[in-house]
Every structure is written in C-alpha cells, then in structure tokens.
C-alpha cells in the first residue's frame, strides 16, 4: 500500500469557490494513491436534507465529467436519516481526491492511484444488470429500469480495510427495493454480486491474470436487505464517475470497502453462501469483513482509522463503522474484545 499523503487543497475543509476544486492545476498537484470512492466537496457540515449540488466550474478535466447524463434523477433529494455516525466528524471528503485516486484493480491492478487516465474504453452505456437465481421474476434491467427507482441522496462514512475513511453523499436507493421486484423464493439466503468481465475495456484484467476475474463479492440475505444497503449510481449529486463503478455499484456501509462492489452486471439469489473474489487469500479476507477494530488484519491493525486527505490525523475505529445501532443484531457473535491476529491458514471471520 502506498504511503505518501494526498495534500488537499483545502486545508479547512470549508465551503469555498467550486472553480478551485475543478481548476486543473489543482489535480495536478495530487500526489498520493489510496483512494478507492468519491467523495464531495468540502463543507462545514454533512447535516441537513439538501443534495449535494452538482459541481460547476472548469469541465475541462475529463476525471470529473460523468459518463452518462440523468439530469431528471441528479440531483436527488438528501434524506435526513441515516446521520453520519456519532462521534464522526461531519465534514465531507473534498470530492478531489478520490475522483483522482482510485482503488479498482480492473483498472490498476495491485495497487491504488490514478485509475481515471485508464477508464477511456469502458463504456458504461448501455448497461444491463441480470438479476437470476433463487427468486420468481428474473429479469434484466437497463439503466432506464434502474433509474425509475426512488433515488435519494445519502451521507455515509466510508471506512476501507486499508485504514482510511471517508465522507461520502451516494445517490441510489435500497438494495431491498430491487430484491423485491424478483420476489426471491424462500431458500435464498445469500446474494453473489459479479463486477463487468470486459478485458479489453478494463486494462488492468489483463496485467493481472492471478485474480479470479471477474471481480464478485456477497451478502448474506439479511444484510442484502437491510434498508442501509444501496444500489448507487451517483455521488455528488451527479452520475458515478468511471474510477467510482459507474454507471452501478453497491454500497454496504459496515463492512469494508471490498464488500461494495462495482459495475455490477449481474446478481445472484443462492442457497449456500457464494466464495468471493478475496477469498483466495482466505487468512486476510472473511466473508462478513464487518469492520471491527477488535480483529487485527494480519498485516496491520484496525484500532485506528485516519481521513484520506490527512493521513497524520487518527481516530478511534467505531465498530461496525458507527452504524452499530442499525445492525449490531444482525451479528450476535462479533467479537468485542481484542483478538489475536490471524496466521496464514486461519480464516477471516
């Protein structure tokens, strides 16, 4: 992981003319390569029921230039509830420094940096997304299917397995809401999510043929439909970004950032739980990954976390990435007390 500091070019983090975040010259400026997810821009608060309001300034860099266009779902309402977090600060991420830094290993494999140069020959629509499986009513769904659902702007803190943090406003709507549609049967008990399978438009799949492509991931059925899960398809109050998983991806917000797939193409209702991608290194990477800091990663501990763009400041890691209240039930056995690290052939919990 590399260890060099995005240095933000905004040090308060206050409100301030959207033409510096867009100007070029303050992109180039940015130097470090661990981000994995967007972010916006900065302000005083994550409070409050506006969306974020759709950046405006220089278009001139490609990075910020959503590749689709949905001006009657962008801006989406801002939902009061869920609130970022207790004891989490509420400033947002400026939106900066993940649009610049990305961790998408379709891309860029093996490391986080700057995945935006790469994404020219991904071509995000038209999409589709087939839903199969365990359920009554498979069906596949284009982008006009997905974008008639209710969308609704949330804040979430964004926590990765590498230690750093985010504030986050998504645009999408309950993972539930589109489970519902296919009316699952009785055995399904876990959702499989599988990522676009395009090497010629992905570069990095073919740089990296160790991986088992395509990128999937799962849910157990509980966690798939419980109302904090989304289906995102913008941020910032505008479409996702390429380097972000556009044009769709999926947000879980306790769980580290590789639980949240992206360019989903298809999702799978089963009956027994699905392997995923990080599972061929079974000591590192669970199936849950719940963020708690009382589980060590093998290589490092999770007790603290730190803010993208300001790498020297840490805070204690909430369990369950502060959404605890909403969850905590779904996990009876999550230990709450400090473990031992795992060693190489132990499984991640």
């Known amino acids: 992981m590399r260890r060099d500091i995005f240095q933000s070019t905004v040090p308060n983090r206050q409100p301030i003319d959207p033409a510096v975040f867009f100007d070029r010259r303050s992109f180039i400026k940015t130097t470090a390569g661990i981000g994995l997810l967007g972010a916006a821009v900065s302000t005083s608060s994550g409070c409050g029921e506006n969306p974020a309001p759709a950046p405006s300034g220089d278009r001139a860099d490609s990075r910020l230039t959503p590749p689709i266009h949905r001006p009657e779902v962008f801006p989406a309402k801002r939902a009061p509830t869920p609130a970022l977090p207790d004891g989490i600060e509420t400033a947002l991420t400026p939106r900066s420094v993940a649009a610049s830094f990305n961790n998408f290993y379709e891309f860029l494999p093996g490391q986080g940096g700057d995945v935006w140069p790469l994404t020219g020959d991904f071509k995000v629509d038209p999409w589709q997304v087939e839903i199969v499986g365990e359920c009554h009513k498979p069906q596949t769904l284009d982008l006009d299917a997905l974008f008639k659902f209710d969308h609704e702007e949330r804040l979430y803190h964004f926590r990765c397995v590498e230690r750093w943090a ?100 298809k999702i799978e209702l089963l009956r027994a739980q699905p392997k995923t991608f990080w599972q061929i290194q079974p000591h590192e990477y669970g199936f849950l990954s719940n963020i708690n800091p009382n589980i060590p990663h093998p290589r490092w501990s999770q007790s603290l976390s730190y803010w993208i763009d300001r790498q020297d400041e840490s805070f204690p890691t909430p369990i369950f990435n502060g959404y605890g209240k909403y969850v905590a039930d779904l996990y009876p056995e999550e230990p709450t007390t400090l473990q031992a690290p795992l060693r190489r052939g132990q499984t991640a919990r």
Do not use: C
């Not at 009785?186 to 088992?212: C, D, E, T, W």
């Not at 109302?227 to 505008?238: A, D, M, N, R, S």
């Open 166 to 265: 985010m504030n986050v406003p998504w645009t999408g709507f309950p993972l539930r809401s589109l489970l519902d549609k296919v009316e699952p049967t009785s055995h399904a008990g876990f959702v499989r999510f599988i990522s676009a399978n395009r090497p010629k438009q992905l570069p990095g799949m073919k740089r990296s043929g160790a991986y088992p492509w395509p990128y999937h991931e799962g849910l157990r059925m509980d966690e798939a439909m419980h109302e904090l899960t989304l289906v995102v398809t913008g941020i910032f109050g505008e479409p996702l970004l390429k380097q972000h998983g556009a044009p769709v991806r999926i947000i879980v917000p306790w769980k580290y950032g590789y639980k949240s797939p992206k360019s989903i193409v």
